[in-house]
């Protein structure tokens, strides 16, 4: 059987962790993300993922970036409201000083986020996938996330499976995640509790 890919996306963020995104067999996301400490490789099959991907707002950045931001924000409210307090010839330069500080940590802050495309577990809502949106572009990750969206909702229609036998594959799927450390085991007894106590329809 031929696993080559049929259509891939490679994305690289700011502190150069790499994913790889690759879709082959018609119905399957074969997925390598290396980061600084850990790397994982795993495949999904598509009829376990959510017909629609989610658009969500991340911290990219959760670490001193975002702790300097907050930082800078506390401290221009700090010294905005002692300027204002004291009235005298300190006021404007610490109004100024709060101002600026403000500026800074805005901008901190919203530089440790990042636009996402999200794929989650078809009856559970697990995230198991996400792409970010403007790497490498825009364009060619959209047009990426769409043929996704395309794909499962091919398989889907073709499969004709019940929503009964569309639970046991994600089942089945998050299991095999869980043991790859893909998702915690946490995750995969909640998961399992609800797609257990889902009904026949």
Not at 39 to 64: E, F
Not at 125 to 154: M, Y
């Amino acid at each position: 059987m031929n696993d080559a890919p049929e259509l891939t996306c490679d994305q690289v963020d700011r502190f150069k962790r790499e994913r790889h995104f690759a879709l082959s067999r018609g119905r399957f996301l074969h997925v390598e993300i290396k980061g600084r400490r850990r790397q994982w490789a795993y495949v999904l099959d598509l009829l376990a993922l959510s017909p629609r991907s989610r658009r969500r707002l991340r911290v990219g950045w959760p670490g001193p970036a975002a702790v300097l931001g907050g930082v800078a924000l506390l401290w221009a409210a700090w010294a905005l409201w002692e300027g204002g307090a004291l009235g005298g010839g300190y006021a404007s330069l610490i109004g100024l000083a709060g101002a600026g500080l403000g500026a800074v940590g805005a901008a901190l802050l919203a530089d440790t986020f990042e636009r996402c495309h999200v794929f989650c577990a078809r009856g559970t809502g697990l995230p198991l996938v996400e792409l970010w949106t403007g790497n490498p572009d825009r364009r060619s990750c959209g047009a990426f996330v769409r043929e996704i969206e395309r794909r499962i909702a091919a398989a889907t229609e073709r499969s004709g499976l019940s929503p009964q036998a569309l639970r046991a594959g994600e089942l089945r799927t998050l299991r095999r995640l869980a043991q790859e450390g893909v998702v915690s085991t946490r995750q995969y007894e909640r998961a399992k509790s609800e797609l257990l106590g889902a009904g026949p329809g």
